[in-house]
């Protein structure tokens, strides 16, 4: 028990110098420490005023030379450690790091020689501080996570979370080179990405298939278009409905991406990446304390890459500034703001004939890649602060503002004809503008009542989505063939919406048009949300509890620009949390939950809200879920999870009045999810995970499946491992 509540001294201390990155090695404790949990709520701080903090709460005797970490500054404390693990924490990134000693602990120099703190030195305390010591020791990669914030917006372990969590860390996405989202999910059990048109990143989770369950560091970041990792420290992957942390969607899970922002330990990192088809990335991480109140970073990105397909390329390009103030030891302010622009050739793929891919080379671009463009620009501005109260209430207030525009417009390939040798192809294009703004404000407070230890949480978010959309079909040679356009005479439009050309040429270089047809889309939709919240996490001898409920009032107003039509619909969405853990020891966690999500009939775009479906109720998404998580060491996890989400109050024809709408239990997904990330050894680190996933639909709905039809793009077995082994601290 004792030697399974040590923490092992990790992570990097980052390099001062200019265009240099240099490790800083740090050991490895082994020593025993106390094996009780207590819970903290220290706010990022100078370093010596969170030690003398943490020192008063635990009661131990902590030395530490008080010139030694002046004007160092720490990331606070928030979550359930042991006194070891919390002196693990604290120091991270100063070059520090917390040595048990017979009468307490030390906080020493992981590096080299402290020489220059003579012994007999004082702390701030007046605890004399003991002779220097040399420590040296490989460092290993992080690939695990002790703690989030995202699962319940409180620092809180992860294995005492009832719920499967997957986290790529940074260490993964450098030793990677992941540049994308598909990149980052290859390591999630339970989560793929979707095929298709290739505009958009589109994961499934757990059989449901989403494209706006995105957030940023807990907002909602729910835009078609391709994200970048550049500014980004981690990836967070939540299974399961989310509703009561998230709002309306999360209905099979949601991707988190937890920003980069300033801090007071001086980074200079620089990275260029080449590779094939004349791929070039450059990618720069810059930033210091400026003073003991002001901290600055800055993150940017460049790339320009070609494609294994003829005529596809892409140039991205990425700049993200953050500022973090500290006006008391009590408060902490992050600003930030960033530029982000995609360009890109649309790449539809290779078209199937007879169940399987046609029989052409990889390289082969089908349609015309020169007016095949898609574009996305992204503009947003955010801000982080926390205080904390003299009667221990933390106070966090987050606030996004968004703005996306983009372009997609693409010519495709659609039907093979019977003997292969044909394919026609189509074409369309579309534009959105949209405008996000969002506000969440949280009170945090513990307290105890008996044996019973209560962590309570009370927010609410205020958020307004305005999009504007619009989407023209494609027409070819329109002169050519009739001289004339018809845009009320269907056949015309069946005659001109596509051309036919050869598998062995599939290429087009006939005119084409786009215009606004009867069925085009050109609307305006307004969706304004009020959201509350309350969550208490409960703990009691070997159990722990998360009782939570949210309250979201979700109102939509959607205007039709071409025919005028003005469409509204109000939904009151009520999500429920509820799980329980059972810790036979400390490091593991044994755990049930019971979670629902909605998603509202103008779905994950707000976009497809008609005449035809305005009346009916959200569908829902319930999941039900049982798990094991065990911490073998402070930085080796593994999981297990298995878990049954059904889909309910689906829209399917009504086999009578085809005209008529029924909602229907229609669809099922059950499965096993394992995992594994740390380090089995100081220099063996492993990523990976296995899936096992039966997805089904449990009623028919006409052409959108049979029951007892399997769900597309959803594996029966998925299996990933990443090992790295470091031969020395430089080289792996």
Known sequence: MRALAAFHGILICLGTIFMTSAYDARAESASAADTAVQSFNILPSPLEDTLNRFAQQTGITLSFNAAEIKGLMTQGLQGDFTVQAGLNQLPIGSGLQAVPQANGYAIKRTQESTASAPSGTASSSGVPVLPPLVVSASKGRDYAVAQSVTATKTNTLLRDVP????????????????LSMADVVRYVPGVGMAQGEGNTDAPIFRGNQSTGNFFVDGIRDDVEYFRDLYNIERVETLKGPNGMIFGRGGAGGVINRVSKVAGWDPIRSFSFQAGSFGTKRLLMDVGQGLNDVAAFRVNAMYENSGSYRDGVHLSRHGINPTLTLKPTDRTNITMGGEYFRDDRVADRGIPSFMGRPIDTSTSTFFGDPRRSPTGTTVLSLYSLIEHGFDNGVTFRNRTRYAVYDKFYQNIFPSTVSPDGTMVDLGAYNSSMKRSNVFNQSDLMYTLNTGPLEHRLLAGIEVGQQITNNLRKTGYFNNDVFSGTDHPDDPEDDALFSSVSVPVINPRTADPVSFRLDPTGVSNRITANIIGLYVQNQLKWSKFQAILGLRYDDFELKLHNNRTGEELSKTNGLLSPRAGLVFKPIEPVSIYWSYSLAYVPRAGDQLSSLEITNQALTPERFIN????????????????????????????????????????????????????????????????????????????????????????????????????????TPWWG
Request: net charge neutral; aromatic share 6%.
């Open 163 to 178: 719920q499967a969590i997957t986290v790529v860390t940074q260490d993964l996405i450098k030793d990677q080179g992941m």
């Open 624 to 727: 039900l879920e049982a798990g094991v998580k065990w911490d073998i060491r402070p930085n080796l996890a593994v999981t297990a999870a298995a878990y049954r989400l059904d889909r309910t109050n689906v829209a399917i024809p009504d086999p009578v009045n085809p005209v008529r709408l029924l909602l229907a239990n229609a669809q099922r997904s059950e499965g096993i999810e394992l995992g594994i990330s740390g380090r089995i050894t100081s220099t063996w680190s492993v990523m990976g995970g296995y899936a096992y996933q039966d997805s089904r639909i449990t009623r028919s709905q006409g052409e959108g499946g049979e029951a007892g039809s399997v769900l597309a793009q959803v594996p029966r077995h998925t299996f990933s491992l990443w090992n790295r082994l470091d031969i």
